[in-house]
C-alpha cells in the first residue's frame, strides 16, 4: 500500500530566510502524481505545488519549489525568502491511479519576524 | 473561496446520535471526496464519488455511509457516533476523477461528540 511519511512536526524558519520541508513515500507504481498543501489557520487546503512523476524537472511555483528524488522516493518542499503568511500546516499527498489522494501527517511551520 | 460549500461548519453532538454532513462541490465538479482529520493526524481518506457514483473507498468505517444525488451534492452519514469520531471532516471536489483537475476543498466541518 501507498504510504507518505512526513517526519517533521514542525519547524520554524526566521523571516526571509529559506526552509525545506520533508516527504517521502512509498510505492510501487511508477506513474503517478505529488502534492504539497498548505492548511493556514483558516483550515482551507490550498494547493502549493504538484509534481508529476514522470517528469525529471522539479516544479516551481514562486518562492515554493521542490525536490523531486525519484529513486529516493522523496519530495522535499522548499520555501524561499519566507513570510509569515507562510505560517502554516503543510501536508505532502500522492496519487496514483486509484482515484484517492493520501497524505502525510503534516508539519506545522512557524515563522519568526 | 474555493468554491465548495459544506455545511454546517460546526456540529455538537452526543455519543449515540447521528448526523449528516453535507457538501456542495464547485460549479461544474463531477468528483467529490470526503476526508477526516483528527487531531495531530494527516486527512484520512473515506470515499470518493464521480458523477454519482461510489469510485474509491478508503478507511470509511460501517457505522458512516455517503451518497453523491443527481445535482452532485453530497452528504456524509455519520451514526452510531462515538468520542473518536470527533474531527474535521473535509469535502473536496474536482472536474475529474485524476490528478490533472486540482482538488478544491471547503472550509470543512467540526464535529465533536461529547
Known amino acids: 500500500a501507498q504510504t507518505v511519511t512526513q517526519s517533521q512536526p514542525e519547524m520554524s524558519v526566521q523571516e526571509a530566510e529559506t526552509v525545506t520541508l520533508s516527504c517521502t513515500y512509498d510505492?510501487?507504481?511508477?506513474?503517478?502524481?505529488l502534492f504539497w498543501y498548505k492548511q493556514p489557520p483558516s483550515r482551507q487546503m490550498i494547493l502549493v505545488i504538484r509534481q508529476e512523476a514522470y517528469k525529471q524537472q522539479n516544479a516551481t511555483e514562486n518562492r515554493f519549489s521542490v525536490n523531486f528524488q525519484k529513486a529516493a522516493k522523496s519530495f522535499s518542499l522548499k520555501i524561499s525568502d519566507s513570510q509569515l503568511g507562510d505560517a502554516a500546516m503543510y501536508f505532502c499527498?500522492?496519487?496514483?491511479?486509484?482515484?484517492?489522494?493520501?497524505f502525510g501527517t503534516g508539519t506545522r511551520l512557524k515563522v519568526l519576524a | 473561496d474555493s468554491g465548495v460549500t459544506q455545511t454546517p461548519k460546526h456540529l455538537i453532538t452526543a455519543t449515540g446520535q447521528r448526523v449528516t454532513l453535507r457538501c456542495s462541490p464547485r460549479?461544474?465538479?463531477?468528483?467529490v471526496y470526503w476526508y477526516q482529520q483528527s487531531l495531530d493526524q494527516g486527512l484520512q481518506f473515506l470515499i470518493q464519488y464521480y458523477n454519482g457514483e461510489e469510485r474509491a473507498k478508503g478507511n470509511i468505517l460501517e457505522r458512516f455511509s455517503a451518497q453523491q444525488f443527481p445535482d452532485l451534492h453530497s452528504e456524509l452519514n455519520l451514526s452510531s457516533l462515538e468520542l473518536g469520531d470527533s474531527a474535521l471532516y473535509f469535502c473536496?471536489?474536482?472536474?475529474?476523477?485524476?490528478?490533472?483537475?486540482?482538488?478544491?476543498f471547503g472550509n470543512g466541518t467540526r464535529l465533536t461528540v461529547t
Open positions: 473536496a471536489s474536482s472536474a475529474g476523477q485524476g490528478p490533472i483537475t486540482p482538488l478544491h
Open positions: 510505492t510501487s507504481e511508477s506513474d503517478y502524481y
Open positions: 499527498a500522492y496519487y496514483s491511479g486509484t482515484y484517492k489522494y493520501i
Open positions: 460549479s461544474g465538479d463531477l468528483s
